[in-house]
């Protein structure tokens, strides 16, 4: 199957880079190469970006899209590990950042992924594939309070409780190990009326266990950090979220960087020593536009949100 991957906001985010034609930039998301290409587009020979992304389907298209490249390198990893890549390549400071956390439109539609409630496959839901770890780890192997948790907390379902009392129920007589019949467990647990709202069931539960296998949130928080930390000043790094769990991360870890102080409030002046590392470039998150959403369903929920290195 071909690797298929909108890139959402895109002249939204190139313009948001401010790109220098001699800079180093990532793209902690590679994918498709659909914004790696055209931050390429704008660099010299002298500048340079390096492409991360821990699927190695990804990998495999985005070398073949930018093979006439040579400024270019690629890093099957993990973005979490940023500082370390960056070390190993013997880069100091870089330009820019880019960071898409939506998953490809190949990884939805590729069945055996396990990524869609909308095709039947084994529960897998691995970005990286060489990882042990699964979405069948988790139905079949965690506690029905871990289970709520996590549907509760990254899905933010309704039916929390029930889908996960459910599940436990249903694995005692056999393990659960395909989409739909995670699917099937699902629906029987949402009543009628709830079903029309919101899109498909299982579409948070999915959501959910998603995120729990890939540790997308836990890892969001140190990784700004350490990205912000490898730009140059005036550098920016650039973020597109798609759910209001990462966006609000994203939110709070930049209010932080902004106002970094640590002293008590009822302080007159400031005495920790600490100021501010980063300034916004848009207070409000940038939304897909019309024209955008006309294209690309999928864009509906993603949020940009920018910031440069003081």
Do not use: W
């Amino acid at each position: 199957m071909e690797f298929k991957h909108y890139s959402v906001m895109l002249n939204e985010c190139i313009d948001m880079l401010d790109i220098k034609e001699d800079g180093i930039y990532v793209d902690c998301t590679l994918g498709g190469a659909g914004h790696s290409s055209e931050i390429l587009k704008k660099l010299s020979e002298k500048g340079r970006l390096i492409g991360i992304d821990q699927d190695l389907d990804a990998l495999a298209a985005a070398k073949e899209r930018l093979k006439e490249y040579n400024n270019v390198t690629f890093v099957h990893n993990n973005f979490y590990n940023i500082k370390e890549i960056l070390k190993e390549l013997e880069i100091e400071k870089v330009d820019g950042i880019l960071m898409d956390l939506g998953v490809s439109s190949y990884q939805l539609d590729e069945g055996e992924r396990g990524f869609s409630y909308m095709k039947d496959a084994p529960l897998d839901m691995r970005m990286n594939r060489e990882e042990a770890f699964s979405a069948y780890n988790v139905i079949n192997e965690y506690s029905s309070d871990e289970i709520y948790k996590i549907l509760k907390e990254y899905g933010e379902e309704k039916f929390s409780r029930r889908i996960a009392e459910r599940i436990v129920e249903k694995r005692k007589i056999k393990p659960i190990e395909t989409t739909f019949e995670l699917v099937s467990i699902i629906d029987e647990c949402i009543p009628a009326k709830f079903k029309r709202e919101g899109g498909h069931p299982a579409k948070r539960t999915f959501q959910a266990v998603r995120i729990e296998v890939n540790r997308e949130l836990s890892i969001l928080n140190q990784t700004i950090e350490d990205g912000i930390e490898a730009l140059n000043k005036d550098g920016v790094m650039a973020i597109i979220t798609f759910h209001s769990l990462e966006d609000r991360i994203v939110k709070v870890k930049f209010k932080e960087l902004i106002d970094p102080c640590t002293c008590p409030k009822n302080l007159p002046m400031c005495v920790c020593g600490k100021e501010p590392i980063i300034k916004l470039i848009n207070k409000k998150p940038i939304e897909a536009t019309k024209e955008e959403l006309d294209n690309n369903s999928r864009s509906r929920s993603a949020k940009l949100r920018g910031c440069r290195k003081i």
